[in-house]
């Protein structure tokens, strides 16, 4: 185990070793999962080397003799994990006291079926403290958020009624939004689990003992294999797809090239994994964002290492999201979390190269921010008297949404992590395609039929929706789709095109 400087990073400051753990023969068990408490440490956060059970615990002992039978395929992944060989059974995990909220008999036991990060936590202390400090164990959170109305009301209704949701929920948050960000779960009578809410693995689900989270959204039970996390196919169960295309960018990215052709030389299933030292073909995501250098351990803090936020219709810095979130990473300043990623690439890039990227990936994001994303977001906003108060419930409304939500982070992701085609094509083309034949036109008709309204405060508003298009438009960036283009620039232009016909025309 190597004892590394950190270079700094919220709980990353922890004194480190590779595993934390807590646990030997007498730890207490089962978990004391009474309180509710959520962001606070789980336990003390300064851990022993991880050592196992001596043996099997006669508990566990029972469940095995009963369950390699009724659930062979269980039982062998199982068998073929450290758990295993580290004597940590079925009782030490899924044990429950009778008063836990989920505490069901089972045979001569209590049991829950549930094993959340706080009872992760009694052998695995600072792994779950990073995680529980991260945005993923938050990623729940947004069950409550306006944007739900998406898979509650416009995509779905509330007829999948179920024991214990009587009133009613969306098929289509349950099986979606919830399958990636968590589910609330719902014990019922007898501690079984209600069939909305479970089987789910989302990364910020809600457990029944107030925690939040879900270690197996990333550690398939129950090998709980490392080498299948640093896989990208794992981060690619959530991070896919038209408004977050992290694994499809990485696949089209060098880097995944380089992952894909050399997976076997990946050393994937080493317990030490130091990039440079233990591999050096490719990184992969768990490499990027969470796996050992040589100057940083490991973090279950995915957010150390990122220096922008680019969900949100304008990119923002971590520390500013983590603040709105309440995580302790509201104290770590982006330029050190750009450092800790530096560091990653520091294993297999001269620094040049580094500061290079950094700076097209900044240009990126200053161009989409003040290009499209705050022009669009004050056009928006100028739209909103006009616009019918239901959310989605106006054209207007998804082509904005597309634009910033699916488009605008495409663009951004893909230049973050090396992938030029969408950043391009599915990102800054689509970005103005949609805003000049779109965006623009619904704008300038929502303007033109409110002009003449009988309502004043509507023809005020159309009044200054209109002043704002134009002012839009005739800024710099946009001026030359109103014919506009500044003469030396249109000059330079026609000329290079000149140039260029002359080069390649037959
Ligand atoms: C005598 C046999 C037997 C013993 C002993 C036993 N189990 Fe089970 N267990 C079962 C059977 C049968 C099922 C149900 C399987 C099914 O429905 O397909 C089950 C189901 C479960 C479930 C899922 C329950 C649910 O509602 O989804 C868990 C978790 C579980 N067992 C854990 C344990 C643990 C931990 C122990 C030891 C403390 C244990 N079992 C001991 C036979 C046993
Ligand atoms: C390292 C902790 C750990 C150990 C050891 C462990 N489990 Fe689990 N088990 C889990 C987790 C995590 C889940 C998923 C539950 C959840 O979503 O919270 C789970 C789920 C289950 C389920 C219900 C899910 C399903 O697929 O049907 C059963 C049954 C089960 N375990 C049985 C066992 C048995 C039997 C053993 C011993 C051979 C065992 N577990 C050992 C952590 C553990
Ligand atoms: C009773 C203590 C205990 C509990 C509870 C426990 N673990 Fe472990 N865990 C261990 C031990 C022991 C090892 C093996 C360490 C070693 O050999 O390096 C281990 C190893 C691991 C590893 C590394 C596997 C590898 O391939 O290197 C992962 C991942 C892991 N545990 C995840 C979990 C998760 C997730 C939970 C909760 C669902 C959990 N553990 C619950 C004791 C525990
Ligand atoms: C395929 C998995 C998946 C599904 C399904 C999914 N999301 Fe997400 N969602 C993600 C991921 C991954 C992110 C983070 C993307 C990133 O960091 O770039 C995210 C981000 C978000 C955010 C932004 C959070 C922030 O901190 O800025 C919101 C809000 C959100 N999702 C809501 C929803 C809602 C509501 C639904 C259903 C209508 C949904 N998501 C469906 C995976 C999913
Ligand atoms: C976002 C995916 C993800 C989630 C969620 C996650 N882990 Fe991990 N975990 C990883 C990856 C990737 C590694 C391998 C890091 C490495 O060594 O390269 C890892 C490694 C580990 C290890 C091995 C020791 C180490 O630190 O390298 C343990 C133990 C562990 N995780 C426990 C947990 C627990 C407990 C939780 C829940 C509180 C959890 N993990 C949640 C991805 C995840
Ligand atoms: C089960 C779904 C799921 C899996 C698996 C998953 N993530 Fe995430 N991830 C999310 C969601 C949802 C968010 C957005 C959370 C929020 O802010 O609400 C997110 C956010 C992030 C962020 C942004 C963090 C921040 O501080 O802004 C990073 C980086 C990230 N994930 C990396 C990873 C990596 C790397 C893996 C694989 C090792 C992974 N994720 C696996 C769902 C997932
Ligand atoms: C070569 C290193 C590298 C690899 C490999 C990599 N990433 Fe990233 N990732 C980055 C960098 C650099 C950023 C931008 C950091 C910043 O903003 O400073 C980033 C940003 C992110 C974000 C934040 C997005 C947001 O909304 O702000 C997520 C989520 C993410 N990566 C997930 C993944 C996933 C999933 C994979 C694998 C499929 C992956 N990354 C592979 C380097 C990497
Ligand atoms: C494990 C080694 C490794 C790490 C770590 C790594 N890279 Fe790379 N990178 C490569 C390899 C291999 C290539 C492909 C070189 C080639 O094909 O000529 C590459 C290519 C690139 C490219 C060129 C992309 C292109 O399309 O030409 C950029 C830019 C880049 N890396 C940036 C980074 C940044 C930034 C980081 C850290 C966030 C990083 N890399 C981390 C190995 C790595």
Not at 379 to 407: C, Q, R, S, T
Not at 466 to 482: C, G, P, R, T
Request: aromatic letters at 8%; glycine letters at 8%; proline letters at 7%.
């Amino acid at each position: 185990m190597r004892f590394n400087p950190v270079i700094i990073g919220g709980l990353g400051l922890v004194p480190l070793v590779g595993i934390a753990f807590g646990a030997s023969g007498d730890a207490p068990l089962p978990s004391a999962s009474t309180s509710t408490a959520t962001t606070k440490p789980l336990v003390t956060p300064v851990a022993p080397q991880a050592i196992g059970l001596k043996e099997i615990s006669k508990e566990s002992r029972e469940c095995i003799d009963c369950h390699r039978k009724e659930s062979p395929g269980l039982y062998a992944q199982w068998g073929e994990s450290k758990h295993y060989r580290g004597n940590v059974g079925c009782y030490e995990c899924h044990a429950a006291r009778r008063d836990d909220p989920d505490a069901m008999r089972h045979y001569d036991f209590t049991i829950s079926v549930i094993v959340s990060p706080k009872d992760c936590a009694r052998c695995h202390t600072r792994e779950t403290e990073e995680f529980i400090g991260s945005h993923h164990a938050k990623a729940g959170r947004i069950l409550g958020s306006l944007d739900n109305v998406l898979a509650e009301v416009v995509e779905g209704n509330s007829a999948f009624v179920t024991p214990g949701h009587p009133e009613g929920v969306s098929a289509a948050a349950a099986s979606g939004c919830w399958q990636c960000h968590g589910s609330q779960i719902k014990v019922l009578p007898g501690g079984g689990l209600d069939p909305s809410t479970w089987p789910n693995t989302g990364i910020g689900r809600l457990n029944p003992d107030g925690s939040e989270g879900s270690c197996a959204a990333c550690h398939s039970r129950h090998s709980f294999s490392v080498a299948q996390a640093r896989q990208p196919e794992t981060c690619g169960k959530c991070h896919l797809g038209p408004d977050h295309p992290q694994k499809e960018i990485y696949e089209e990215s060098k880097h995944g090239i380089a992952y894909a052709a050399n997976i076997d030389k990946m050393n994937l299933g080493s317990s030490k994994w130091i990039v440079g030292e233990d591999y050096h073909a490719a990184p992969t995501c768990a490499t990027c964002h969470m796996s050992e250098t040589r100057n940083q351990p490991v973090t279950h803090d995915i957010g150390m290492r990122i220096s922008w936020n680019n969900r949100p219709v304008t990119s923002i810095r971590p520390e500013v999201s983590d603040g709105k979130m309440g995580l302790p990473g509201k104290d770590v300043p982006w330029q050190v979390r750009r450092q800790n990623m530096k560091d990653v690439c520091s294993a297999c890039h001269s620094k040049p190269w580094i500061e290079n990227f950094y700076t097209q990936y900044d240009a990126l994001i200053d161009l989409y921010n003040n290009k499209f994303a705050k022009p669009g977001a004050a056009l928006y906003a100028a739209a909103k008297p006009l616009l019918k108060p239901v959310k989605f419930g106006n054209k207007l409304d998804f082509i904005w949404f597309e634009l910033w939500h699916h488009e605008g982070r495409r663009a951004r992701h893909a230049a973050s992590m090396m992938g030029p085609d969408y950043t391009h094509w599915h990102g800054t083309y689509e970005i103005a395609q949609h805003f000049y034949t779109d965006y623009i036109p619904e704008l300038e008709e929502l303007a033109e039929k409110n002009l003449n309204s009988e309502d004043p405060d509507r023809v005020k508003a159309a009044e200054a929706l209109k002043a704002k298009i134009e002012e839009v438009l005739n800024s710099d960036d946009h001026k030359w789709f109103i014919g506009k283009m500044d003469p030396e620039e249109a000059a330079r232009r026609a000329k290079a095109a000149a140039d260029f016909k002359k080069r390649y025309a037959k």
